[in-house]
């Protein structure tokens, strides 16, 4: 089944202890992506990836750190979480336009990882 | 920078109307999406209509796009209560980077 797959489902920790949120697709997509999503603000984007070894920053990437090694696998790095970053994370995958510099196409989510930090 | 806000924020209609929502957005964009999400799970695509298109439908959707006036509409014909979540459009910001709006809240009555 085509999924991504994101863990933990749930985390909750304490400020400054450093966490991983692991994303992995079976699609084999060019394009990964994280958000977080808080009420009234929507999905802001943190980081992309177009490619293995290819990242970009998004709206909101302070305090956030990813790495693209495998084409598969996008996670999340928190080094010092604070309480300002509890929220809700999608990670989320796609093919890119057959334009070698267009944009991705649909998206395709994960269910989500609500992190709590206190 | 919020590219997409939908309009109206919150929106309750009975069972069987149709329910209108509207995204505009401020930059340049090779195509935009419409996703729905049900109650803080992952958001399901529904539909995507480029740059060069005025109209699309899939099924009970019609999302049309108006370049001039930054705006995008998604109508939902016939609605049901399985309807009932929350709708983004998401914009490409003419870019590799997506950009989200708020979100418009749908209740379908039964």
């Known amino acids: 089944e085509a999924q991504v797959t994101q863990n933990p489902r749930y985390l909750i920790t304490v400020t400054g202890k450093k966490l991983t949120v692991t994303c992995s697709q079976n699609?084999?997509?060019?394009?990964m992506s994280w958000y977080r999503q808080d009420p009234g603000l929507g999905l802001r984007q943190i980081y992309y990836?177009?490619?293995?070894?290819?990242?970009d920053k998004g709206d909101v990437p302070e305090g956030y750190k990813v790495s693209r090694k495998e084409k598969r696998n996008f996670p999340l790095i928190l080094e010092s979480p604070s309480p300002n970053q509890t929220s809700l994370y999608f990670c989320?995958?796609?093919?890119?336009?057959?334009?070698?510099?267009?944009?991705?196409?649909?998206?395709?989510f994960g269910p989500g990882t609500r992190l709590t930090v206190l | 920078s919020q590219q997409g806000e939908e309009d109206p924020q919150a929106l309750s209609i009975q069972e069987g109307e149709n329910a209108t929502m509207n995204c505009s957005y401020k930059?340049?964009?090779?195509?935009l999406q419409w996703y729905r999400q049900n109650s803080g799970r992952g958001l399901v695509h529904l539909i995507l209509?480029?740059?060069?298109?005025r109209e699309k439908h899939s099924g009970r959707l019609r999302v049309t796009l108006d370049t001039s006036k930054k705006s995008s509409s998604l109508l939902i014909t016939a609605s049901r209560a399985a309807d009932t979540a929350s709708y983004f459009c998401?914009?490409?910001?003419?870019?590799?980077?997506?950009?989200f709006g708020p979100g418009t809240r749908l209740s379908v009555l039964p």
């Open positions: 989320a995958s796609s093919l890119v336009s057959v334009m070698a510099s267009g944009p991705p196409d649909t998206q395709y």
């Open positions: 699609m084999n997509h060019e394009y």
């Open positions: 990836s177009m490619n293995v070894e290819v990242t």
């Open positions: 930059t340049s964009i090779n195509n």
């Open positions: 209509i480029r740059s060069n298109e």
């Open positions: 998401a914009t490409d910001n003419y870019g590799q980077n997506f950009v």
